[in-house]
Structures are given as C-alpha cells and as structure tokens.
C-alpha cells in the first residue's frame, strides 16, 4: 500500500525523538536487543553435545514463540566449524554450499532472501547486492548461540517471512570468570590436495566483583580448496522443417518438422579457490548500577577469496550440425558438429570487509518497568570492481561430439580431426561443411596451435551501509490475566551501492577486437597439464589435459607491438589502426578513456538504493489456566514503514546498425550517461498472536497467526537498463529492475505439539501454512526503445520484426509484483539420550527431523511461462547419532535435500537434484582443558546435480570434494 511521504517523516521524527529521549534518561547509554528475554546477568556453562541440545530443548520449551535454537558445546565451539552446517539440523532449515562450505539458509522452503538475518538482534550489512546473508562471512567460534524464530513476533523487526535468525555473541559478564580458549585446526582438501591452518583465541575477564567484563576474540581461517564442474549454457533452437531434420538428424526423421532445443554451451571446470578470513570481536560490559547494565561492542571480518577456474568448453551451433539424435520432449541429445575446443581462464574475486559497532543499555527503571536502547552502525565494501578477467583462447577447427546417451552423469565431449570432402557424402546434394571425413581424436590441445578468441577484464563492488536506532520497553503489569505489555520503535537506514568496471565491449570494444582476427599465440604462453583426478566422484569422459596460462601475460603479448601488427595484416588495416582501435597509441586516444584491457567504469551497470524504515509496535502477554491447563496468550502489532530511493545511470542507444560479416549481430553507441532517480514508499499493519497451552509439564501445545513481509532485493529496485554488448537479432532481450515493487507480505499460521519425555529428549510435529501475496517474480515483457535521429536503425535488413521506424522493441526481464502463493509444511523432529541403558549405550542420542513442503504454484513441466515458483522449496530430512561420556565426544551426522527448484535459465526453469551428505566428528577430552579433534565433512563425496524440465536437460555437476580437520582445543 503507497503512503503519503508526510507520514514518513512524522512518524520518524516521533521514533528517533522517543529513542533519544529515554537514552538521555537512562544516562545517555545505550541498549542490547530487545529480542533477549534476560534482563539480567547470567552466568552460563554449557559443554559437550549433550548439554548443548539439552539447552537448546529447554529454550524451545520455554519460549512463547516458535523458536528452535542452537547452544554452543562450550565457549568458543559451535557444533560445527561452520554456522550454516550446524542450522541445517533444525526442523525446516537447509543450506546453499560456496567452494564446499554453507553459505545461505533456505527456512521452510524460503529462500535466503526471506530470512533476516540478525547478529546480536542487530542487521549486520552485507557484501551481497540483495538482502540475503552470507553465513561464511563470520567465523563459528565467534557465535556463541542462535535463535530461529519461525514466527513473526511484533518485537523482531520485519523482514523474515521465512524466519528471523539471530546470531549471539559471546559476552564476558555471561562467562562470569577469567578464561582463555585457543584452538588450531589443520585443514586438508580432498580434491585440491593442500592443508591450510586455521586459528582461535578468545580472551575473557570481569573486574571489579564482576560488574565491569571485557572480551576479546580473533579468529583466522584459511582454505585452499578446489571444485570440478560442468555447466549447461542455455538452451536454444529454432524451428526446423521436415527437410532440415532429414539433414540434422541420424534417422533422417528424428520427431518430424517442429521445434528442438540443444545446449548452446557445454563447460568442464577446475577451480581452485584460496579463502582468507580474519574475525575479530571485542565486547565490554559495564553494570554500573545494580538495574543498569552497558554494553560496548564491536566485530570485523575481512575475506577474501581468489577463485581461478579453468573452463575447457564447446560452443555449440546447430548450424553444422549432423547425426543428431532427439529424445521424446525434442531435445538433441547427441550430435556432431564442426567448431573450436575453447579454453577459458576466469578468475572471480571476493574482498570482503564487514564492520559493526553497537552500544546497548539495558535498565530496570524500577521493579516494574524496565527498558532497553540500542544504537549501531554497519558497513559492508567488496572492493573487486574490474579485479577479475574471463579470457578465452581457441584451438583449431574440429569435429566435435556432444552425446548424452550412454548413461552418465553427464554429456560426453570429444574432439577430433577431420577434413571437408569434395564429394556430396551425406546424399543432401550440396556439397557444404555437412560433408566431412572423421579422423583421430584430439586428446591433448597443442600449444603451438592456439589462438586468441575473448577477453575482458571486469567485475562489481559493493558498499553497504546500516544505520540502526531501537528502544523497547517492558512494563510488568500483573493485573489479573495481563502480566506484561512490551511496546517500542525502530529506525534504520540503508544505502546499498554497486559499481561496475570492465573492459569496454561491443562497438569498437577491445573484448571482441581479436573474434575475427584469431592472433596465433607463442607457445611458450602455454603449458600442457594433467587433470588426472578431473570429477572422479562422478561418471563422466571429462577431459584429461588442458592448456595452462597466465592470461597476464597473454594480454601483455596482446598489447604489443608484434601481436598489433599482426592483427592489422589479418584483417587488411593500415598499419598502427588496431594500436589506435584499442586505445593504445598515446596521440590518438579513446573517446571512452579505455588504455588496451584495462576495465573502466559503467555508469549503467551501478545503481544506489537507499532505504528507510520507521516502526513502532506493542504486545500484550496474559497468561491464566484453562481446566487447569497453563496459557500463554501474546497479542501484538507491528506498523512498519519504509521509503525508498533508486538512483542508478542510463546510456541510451545513440545507434544500432549491423556487423558487416555476422549477420545476426548488431552494434552500437551510446549517448552520454543520463542520471534517473525515483522514489516510492508503503506501509504495512503486521498483527501477531501466539498461544502456548501446557497440557501437562511434559507437553506443550501451540498455535500462532501473524503478518510478515520480506522487502524486495534492493538490486531489484535498480531502475537501468542493462544489455549484453552486442545485440543479436535472434535474442533481442535486456534485464531491468523495477523501482515500484511493493514489498512480498504473507499471512501466517503455525500449529505443533512438543512433548518433553525425557532430559535432553523430545518429540515434536508442527503444521505451517504461509499464504504470501504481491509474490515478486521475473517477467519478460515486450518494450519499446526509441532511438534519436541518425540512428542508423535503417540499416538493418535481415530481420526488421522488432523495428518499428526509430523505435527497436526488446523483450525486457524485469522483476514485478504478480500473483499470491500458498506454502503448506510439516514439520517432524525427535531428539533421545539413551541414559537408561546400560554400559556405554548410555552415552548415546540421537537427533533427527524431516520436513515436508508444498506449494500450490510449482513449477509444471508442460507450461513455460512466468508462474511463481519459490526457488529453495523442497523436502529435507537430518539424522544425528552421538556419543558424549565426558571424555570421547562423537557424532555422525546424515542431512538429505530433496529435488527442488533453483531458479530460471532464460525461461527455462533449472532444478537441483536430490544431494545427501554424511559429516562426522570424534573428539578426546583430556582432563577439563584440553581437546584433540578429527573432523570430515562430506565423507560420501557427494556432489550437486542440476537439471531442467527433463532429465535430458542437463543442467550442471559440482564436485567440492571431501574435507577433514585436525585440531586441538585448550581451555583456561
């Protein structure tokens, strides 16, 4: 719903008046989160799994939210190395892994969009362009808890309709003693072979008679790790005739005149990937009063990760095409082509510095009423505009063979010489590139027969920033069956900032300067290199050999004098042209700025969004007995608005006219950068209720109603307009965002049963339904853009369907408010310590959960079309066997993700396969201090599978291997 702008400032200035001023009252402190029901110190000592799952059961059981928690074993130890793998063991949660290691959680079915993620009740900014958080940002050490609330109440700020996850850090006057923790593990890679070290010291102390804490925490990690792959390009194909499939296919039939789509491109991957990640924390607390606690802190992270990857690919046009075999659903599934062995090295970075400061007072302003202030700023920056390049080289025309019919994993790709007959051989009665005799199989590529094809250097950074205001206040009321009303407000402001920098490209860009010159290159460039361990988890007739390069040294040969030269003979140019072509003759340079390679900024690719949000909310708790049954009733509202700002650059087309020797390619100009700014704003009424009866102390039963939202992405509020380079005829297509979106808002209902039947044992099933509406998904619409005079539009001939005069029309991919959607779940969990057994079976527990979701919008096989479809929505299942005596700690632990859908490929959906994964640990305590450690994580070398509508639409393979830790942990 749109508000009027007035409103907004209003209501901001009563938060951030009402905010100010009881933190002037409270002795100008401020506050921690309010979504902490302590207002007190305690002390707490939780070790070992057994302790840790017991506390998190007795926070499930005591809540009055739909909550599900994680404990850490001991100070300084989460359950895993890593946050995201130890959440995916809660009901509902499951993971997206980066390089092998969790990344971003998907909560009943919801995507890492959907869920807020918190950091001590605090947004912490991220290096992402959407909302989604990146788990592998912060170290598990520093996490000393996490709380998954999978309902919305009025208290948590908005913007999880999945969940809202928040992160607690360790905080000295909660240790409550002097204590030092220092571990280092050895981290070894099954695929890449290396061992990479990784260290944690935490320092904790609390002074005078333990009113002032003060804590400092550092943790460095390290990985060298590699992943094989294949990736599927899109897939493409015209109509054909009866003619032609007599031509294309090996029968002569194939499934008669219509159309057949075939991989456009087909990539075996290597990348070896290094993560350098530094965290540090710092925490002081001061209980000045004996109702008045002040909290300072602090927390850093700087990661960086250098990805190189070798891709050896095909790129397929069916144009050459012959012996061409088609399944049932007309997709090419085998055939011969002519075309070149490519060979690409891409290198993809990621500098990451995230910062955040807070301060937080948390006062009892008398027996019954009390109040909490927080302040906190965050900032985000990945600093890889222009840093990275994707750089291909080519080696000699081959047949090439692309066959997905001998029951693999995936397609096999074979090269092999051959030569044009000057015979009619295939009876077409042409004599064409059709007509080929097949010789040997190129198994090796030949340095001394390879060439420049593409290169370009680029990449994106981002800035964020995150401004944060809250007071909330608790006030004990005890008036017959209303025990408490909780009320407060909130204000943030975020600005997220993308930049873009590459080479420049399309027109008179360097990046295809070299498409139709192919400048032979030295040999000594190249190195030829082994992959003999190349995706052994899967079965595939991967590659065995790849060139090597350097594409540095590749580019340097490039820009010289001898390759310039070179490329001005092959293409019949007055000598010293490509020199001033590319910007490298200092007396004629570039309109653009662009020097060779080097990237440059593009203003239409950047975009700012800023966002503000004003929020206020109240609850109130009763609490009474019905046939001597104990109920708790929360009633709430949260009123939420927010206004946004998208700032972003347009280069309009100036012209668009034909490549004199590709005809389906068009080129262009553009006119000088033209700034666009827009805003919008909505509001939005988020009621909540939750009902909690305790049937006996052993079972609860709950029920909860309430509203959510989840804001879109701010990089789908961009308004640009973004197309490739290079226009083709055939794929007349540009991406866009959509500054209008309102944001995703969903109604949702919760209902379980949990029974408690033992210490450290439960069993629980719950039912949820999320009915979400203004559901934001990407549509494909036809638009119209107009050029100005001397546009040069008149020039195209070979297909003028999408010119109109001075107007082309592309079909433009942008994200809108569509139709609503339902989400059904169940969730089932069981956890059991067998303490009544005899011997060391009473060691043992077991945890385990399944959940099951469905919608009523999937994806249908038989309709393309822009339906909605929750990308991450899927079934899951975790088991969790342990062993915990005091001395040995183990576990083996088994997760399973089913089928679910990933997202879109053009307008083709892609889904992931079904991927289990079994992760182990065996630890030794000796004596209270010390520990000695094995960790293995993904023992089975599982692997990720992706397909699309039919299995014959391979879709992709990645293989992060296996990995196992050595480490020690002492305690002081």
Do not use: C
Request: hydrophobic share 40%; charged share 20%; glycine share 8%.
């Amino acid at each position: 719903m749109k508000t009027n702008t007035r409103h907004i400032g209003l209501l901001k200035n009563t938060a951030i008046a009402l905010a100010v001023a009881q933190s002037l009252a409270g002795g100008s402190a401020f506050a921690q989160s309010a979504s902490s029901d302590e207002n007190s110190v305690e002390v707490i000592e939780v070790k070992g799994i057994r302790a840790s799952l017991s506390q998190s059961l007795n926070k499930k059981k005591n809540s009055d939210e739909v909550l599900d928690s994680i404990v850490a074993e001991d100070i300084g130890k989460f359950p895993d190395t890593n946050v995201a793998e130890s959440l995916q063991r809660i009901p509902g949660v499951s993971i997206d892994r980066a390089g092998g290691e969790g990344a971003q959680v998907t909560v009943r079915g919801f995507g890492p969009s959907f869920n807020s993620v918190l950091v001590g009740g605090r947004r912490l900014a991220t290096d992402t362009a959407g909302r989604n958080f990146r788990f592998d940002l912060l170290g598990a050490e520093l996490i000393g808890g996490a709380d998954v609330y999978k309902t919305a109440p009025s208290h948590l700020q908005a913007g999880g309709i999945g969940s809202t996850i928040d992160l607690q850090l360790q905080r000295p006057l909660s240790i409550g003693e002097q204590k030092t923790v220092l571990s280092t593990r050895a981290v070894y890679e099954d695929n890449s072979g290396d061992v990479a070290p990784q260290f944690f010291g935490l320092f904790s102390d609390t002074f005078n008679d333990d009113t002032i804490g003060a804590l400092v925490s550092l943790s460095y990690q390290k990985r060298k790790s590699a992943q094989d792959a294949v990736f599927s390009g899109p897939f493409v194909g015209p109509e054909i005739d009866q003619d032609q499939a007599s031509v294309l296919f090996a029968d002569g039939v194939g499934n008669g005149s219509g159309r057949y789509l075939h991989q456009q491109q087909l990539r075996f991957a290597r990348q070896d990937q290094q993560r350098d990640r530094i965290g540090l924390t710092g925490v002081f607390q001061y209980q000045f009063a004996d109702n008045a606690l002040l909290t300072v802190d602090g927390l850093f992270s700087d990661f960086d990760i250098t990805n190189q990857t070798t891709h050896i690919f095909m790129f397929n046009e069916r144009a050459t095409y012959n012996n061409a075999v088609t399944d049932e659903n007309n997709i090419l599934v085998a055939w011969d082509q002519i075309g070149r062995p490519f060979q690409a090295a891409v290198e993809d970075n990621r500098a990451s510095q995230v910062w955040q400061v807070g301060a937080n007072l948390d006062w009892d302003i008398s027996d019954n009423f009390s109040a909490v202030f927080d302040v906190s700023y965050s900032e985000a920056e990945d600093d890889s505009a222009g840093d990275d390049f994707f750089f291909v080289v080519a080696g000699p025309q081959a047949v090439q063979r692309f066959d997905y019919t001998q029951g693999g994993d995936a397609p096999i790709f074979q090269n092999f010489e051959f030569e044009l007959a000057t015979t009619d051989l295939n009876g077409d009665g042409e004599i064409n590139s059709l007509d080929r005799v097949v010789g040997n199989e190129i198994v090796a590529p030949d340095p001394n027969d390879t060439f420049s094809w593409f290169g370009t250097r680029e990449g994106q950074g981002s800035t964020d920033e995150v401004f944060e205001l809250r007071s909330d206040f608790e006030w004990y009321v005890d008036a017959g069956v209303l025990e408490n009303i909780t009320f407060g407000a909130y204000y943030a402001d975020q600005e997220k900032t993308r930049s873009d920098a590459r080479t420049p490209g399309g027109g008179n860009g360097i990046n295809n300067a070299y498409l139709q010159a192919q400048i032979p290159l030295p040999a000594e460039l190249f190195s030829l290199q082994n992959n003999s361990n190349f995706l052994d988890a899967i079965n595939a007739n991967a590659p065995s050999q790849y060139l090597a390069y350097d594409p540095e040294k590749v580019i340097a040969y490039l820009e010289s004098d001898e390759a310039l030269t070179q490329r001005d003979l092959l293409n019949n140019l007055p000598l010293g042209t490509s020199a001033t072509r590319l910007g490298l003759d200092p007396a004629n340079p570039r309109a653009d700025g662009g020097v060779g390679f080097n990237a440059i900024d593009v203003p239409r690719n950047a975009f700012i969004i800023g966002e503000e949000t004003i929020a206020v909310y109240a609850n109130a708790k009763l609490t009474g007995e019905v046939a001597d049954m104990g109920l708790t009733v929360n009633l709430g509202f949260r009123y939420t608005q927010t206004e946004t700002t998208s700032e972003a650059f347009s280069e309009p087309f100036a012209t668009i006219f034909p490549d004199p020797t590709r005809p389906d390619v068009l080129l262009s100009t553009r006119l000088p950068a033209q700034f666009i700014e827009q805003t919008e704003d909505y509001n939005e009424f988020l009621p909540s209720i939750t009902a909690k009866l305790n049937v006996t102390d052993e079972v609860v039963v709950r029920a909860s109603y309430s509203k959510s939202l989840t804001r879109p992405n701010l990089a789908d509020l961009n308004p640009g307009i973004n197309t490739a380079p290079e226009l083709r005829l055939s794929d007349l297509t540009a991406t866009s965002g959509n500054p209008d979106l309102n944001p995703f808002v969903s109604d949702n209902i919760d209902l379980s049963v949990e029974y408690y039947f033992a210490d450290a044992s439960a069993i629980s099933a719950g039912f949820f339904r999320k009915d979400v509406s203004a559901f934001i998904a990407q549509q494909e619409m036809r638009e119209g853009l107009t050029l100005p005079a001397g546009n040069r539009l008149d020039e195209v001939t070979e297909d003028r369907s999408n010119i109109e005069g001075d107007t082309i029309f592309l079909n433009i991919n942008r994200p809108r408010n569509l139709n609503s959607t339902v989400v059904d779940g169940v969730e089932i969990s069981f956890q059991h310590v067998f303490d009544t057994l005899p011997g060391l079976l009473q060691y043992v527990g077991v945890s385990a959960n399944l959940t099951y979701v469905n919608s009523d919008d999937e994806v249908n096989n038989d309709l393309i079309d822009a339906a909605v479809a929750l990308p991450g929505l899927g079934d899951s299942q975790n088991f969790v066997v342990y062993y915990d005596d005091g001395t040995i700690e183990a576990r083996l632990a088994y997760n399973n993700r089913d089928r679910f859908f990933d997202g879109r490929q053009g307008a083709e959906p892609i889904f992931t396969e079904r991927f289990d994964q079994i992760d182990a640990r065996i630890a030794w305590n000796i004596g209270e201090n010390y520990q000695v450690f094995v960790e293995g994580t993904n023992l089975t070398n599982s692997f990720v599978k992706r397909a699309g509508r039919f299995e014959s639409r391979f879709g992709g393979i990645e293989d992060p291997g296996a990995r196992y830790v050595l480490g020690a942990r002492a305690t002081f």
